[in-house]
Structures are given as structure tokens and as C-alpha cells.
């Protein structure tokens, strides 16, 4: 139904629909049963409290309330990357993530309604082999582009700008702040969240995708020829890396990029200049 509803444009509906679903009792016990089965389950955030026992899930259950609902700040750890590197990840509590995850029932359904036709990351069905398939099928042909922008967005969870997504992100705009600015705590200290969504909260990753769907249908809007005229333009995206071909590289640079950059300015976001480069296919690049 709500689906449908996107489809149609009848947003007032979405709207009832997801407060439907988020004040109901099969919603509040799906979503504590996610929290309580995945690979996190264990992991305590700021207060050190699991749902462990039945009568915690029931009490949890419960508890999922929007009135009087006041997220505690996220519990920040590190984990080192391939490259040597750390990467932050912020661990809300049990009760944050299980209203995530009961908002993320609410809000997945349009979000996979208006997503990319091309994004392939953090969503269901998809893969990381979707995504090579793709990109197979954009360049395996002799008369496929032969020009790749490879890009990668300069830290896209820590700087994706929290108006843009209370403005846009089509979710309960009150409970979407309070995460937003609910800060988080590093060796006993709190540090306000002026920017960016949490990685490990539930709901992020589909935040996220939320904030860079649009750009396939920009680079269509804006090159309207591109296919048409032999200059070959594809673009698929995983997450917050994405790969846009053409037929050369003045092209990927002096047209495409810039409108990349602009769509990405709105929404608080630049692209990475060291990671972001122009290769001939030939070379090979790095994706995924």
C-alpha cells in the first residue's frame, strides 16, 4: 500500500500509513526481534543494557513509545580499515535500535520506491555482484565507453548535512532529529553531532543511499544525449562509491564531475580529490 501510494504521489497517505505501522503492535515486536537476533545483539551501547531474557523483549515491546521518547547519545568505537586507517562507528543503545528498526519498516518501502535504478549497496536483493554484473554490462561491449570517473565521497556518513535530510528524508521528522543530534561519547566525554548519520545505527545506511538517490537521474536530466550521441554514460552505485563511464576523459572532467560536485554541495557533501580520479578501462580501476 504504500508502495503504491509513492507511485501516486499521495504523500499524505505514505504518511498515515507509516504512523500506522509504526504505532502498531506487530511493528514495535518485529522490530525488537531484529535488535535481538542480529550479529549486534550482545553489543551494549552507553548504558550496558542487552534484552537478553523474554520478559526484557516483552518490557521493550512496550517501551517503544513515541511520546517521551529521548535517544541516549551513541557509544563511539573504532574499527581499523584495510588500509590501516580507523573508521568511527557510533553503537546506540537497545531502545534506539529498535525504534530504527521499526521507523526502517516504515521508511524501506519508499525508499526502495524512488531509489536508484542502479544503486546496489545496503539494499535488499542487491549485492556487491549485482553491482560488477552491472558494470560488465556497461563496458564489455567493443563499442562500450571507455573512459571511467571512479568516485568516492570525502567521509560521506560523518558530513551529510542534517537539514538536507530533515527536510527531504520522508520519515517521523521529530524522532529523525533527535538521532540526528544525539551526540555521542568517546573515553567518558560527550561530543555534540553538528553532521552526518551514525554508522551502526540501523536506519543509516538507508539514510544515506536516501541522500545520494537522485544523481542517476540528474546526470539523465542533464545529459539527455549522452547515450544517444555514442558518449556512452552509465553510472552504478554501491553505497557511497559510485562509477560514471564515458567516452572521454575532457568529458568526465570538465562536464560530468562538476555536476557531481554541485548535486553533492547540497547535500553537505565533496567528493574525496585524492580517491576521486579518471582512468582508461584499459588501466583497470578499483570498484568495489
Not at 115 to 126: C, H, M, W
Not at 196 to 220: H, K, R
Request: proline fraction near 5%; charge should be positive.
Amino acid at each position: 500500500r504504500m508502495v503504491k501510494a509513492v507511485q501516486a504521489g499521495r504523500h499524505n497517505r505514505v504518511k498515515a500509513l507509516q504512523w500506522l505501522l509504526t504505532h502498531s503492535f506487530s511493528g514495535r515486536a518485529l522490530a525488537v526481534k531484529r535488535v535481538t537476533e542480529n550479529k549486534g545483539r550482545n553489543t551494549p551501547g552507553v548504558d550496558k543494557v542487552t534484552w537478553k531474557t523474554p520478559a526484557a523483549k516483552a518490557n521493550a515491546i512496550a517501551s517503544l513509545k513515541r511520546r517521551d521518547y529521548s535517544p541516549l547519545p551513541l557509544r563511539r568505537v573504532f574499527i581499523l580499515k584495510k588500509n590501516g586507517k580507523t573508521r568511527p562507528l557510533g553503537i546506540p543503545v537497545m531502545k534506539c535500535r529498535a525504534i530504527q528498526a521499526l521507523h526502517l519498516l516504515a521508511l524501506e518501502p519508499v525508499a526502495e520506491t524512488t531509489a536508484d535504478l542502479n544503486s546496489y549497496g545496503f539494499r535488499p536483493e542487491r549485492s556487491t555482484a549485482d553491482a560488477g554484473g552491472q558494470c560488465f554490462i556497461s563496458l564489455a561491449k567493443k563499442a562500450s565507453a571507455e573512459w571511467v570517473l571512479e568516485a568516492d565521497i570525502h567521509g560521506c556518513f560523518d558530513k551529510i548535512s542534517h537539514d538536507w535530510m530533515i527536510a527531504n528524508i520522508p520519515t517521523d521528522k521529530v524522532i529523525l532529529k533527535k538521532w540526528l543530534k544525539a551526540g555521542y561519547v568517546y573515553q567518558n566525554e560527550l561530543f555534540p553531532t553538528d553532521t552526518g548519520t551514525p554508522q551502526g545505527g540501523i536506519i543509516s545506511p538507508v539514510a544515506a543511499n536516501m541522500t545520494l538517490d537522485g544523481l542517476e537521474a540528474m546526470l539523465a536530466e542533464k545529459f539527455p544525449r549522452a547515450r544517444q550521441r555514442g558518449l556512452k554514460m552509465n553510472m552504478v552505485r554501491y553505497a557511497d562509491d559510485f562509477i560514471i563511464t564515458g567516452h572521454s576523459k575532457e568529458w568526465l572532467e570538465h562536464e560530468v564531475r562538476p555536476a557531481v560536485a554541485e548535486f553533492l554541495t547540497e547535500r553537505g557533501l565533496v567528493l574525496s580529490p585524492e580517491k576521486t580520479r579518471i582512468t582508461h578501462i584499459k588501466d583497470g580501476f578499483d570498484f568495489l
